[in-house]
């Protein structure tokens, strides 16, 4: 695919990985994709089969908390029948983080698979990321707006973190899930050098963009766009794309349901960063989307909106991971 006129070439360090894993793996176009695009759509990375399974162990996990929360009832669908949830409708307390069914999902072949090749090693770490339960139409609060943002420090020059999405739940254009902003990668750090003074930037990973920011990307036809899924499938993005997760419209009464699972090279990540990522697993903590930086521990306890903690906490998970070599290699618990 020739890039567009408008569209600078990556710089060296992101082509040179994601070009030297492309000519290794013939017949994996989604890399040269993933480039060109900064998002991309690996199909059947789960079997569908097991991907279902995934589905309804989360649902299992929601019902663990003996609500009157009835997945086929859409006026049950209300805080009060719900642990604790973020305004991005995820769940990241109660370490679900290390639930079985969420390192299953993690552990899955091919998914691994795919991060090994963006890196070309299979010497990986992962996140301890949130699960995504996201119901249509909800009655009992109002629907998220866009919000538009990077999950990579305009302070790092190239490819540092490519994102994933494990797609429970079909995700067709009016359902929930990601939108991004194709090809913004390639133009991020001109947005930024121009466009913005640099001393405001925030040293961590994450810039919300506000509307004229995103005009500077729509005159350049860079404009958002929904990404479709089936149940099973990966969505892997980089981190200087621009996205959110979008809400479902109100012509969509499927829940989503994702598991958000990101890869690194374990050797890009500190000792100290291993170190704190190891004690945050041996709490079975949660962790941002970054699988070898940005790790810090952080207060696990849930609390309610009245402030008070939330009685139904717990200190593990309900079904607890194996502790097997792969898994303490991918949470940075054992080198390779
Ligand atoms: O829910 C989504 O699709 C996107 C969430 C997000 O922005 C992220 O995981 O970085
Ligand atoms: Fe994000």
Redesign the pocket.
Known sequence: MAPSALLPEPNLRDAEILQKATSKAPGNDWLAALQQNGYVVVKNAIPYERAVQYQERAYDWLRSFQTDLDFNKPESWIRSNLPVQSK???FSSYCVAHEKFMWDARMEPKVLDAFARIWGTDELLVSF??L?V?FPNRKDVPRKPA?E?I?QSPLRQGLHCV?G?ISLSPSGPED????VYPGSHRVIEEFFNTQTDKASWDPLDRYMFDESQLSWFRERGITPHK?CAEVGDL?LWD?RTI????EPSPASNQIRT?I?AAYTPAKLASSEALATKAAIFQSYGGTT?WPHDNIVIRDHRTFLEDGTRDPRDRSQPLELPGRDLKLLRLAGIQPY
């Open positions: 991005i409708n995820t990321d949130s995504n996201t919000w943002h999950d994102q999405i929930g899930g990601l939108v990404v969505i981190s996205h959110y997760g979008s994702a958000y989307h």
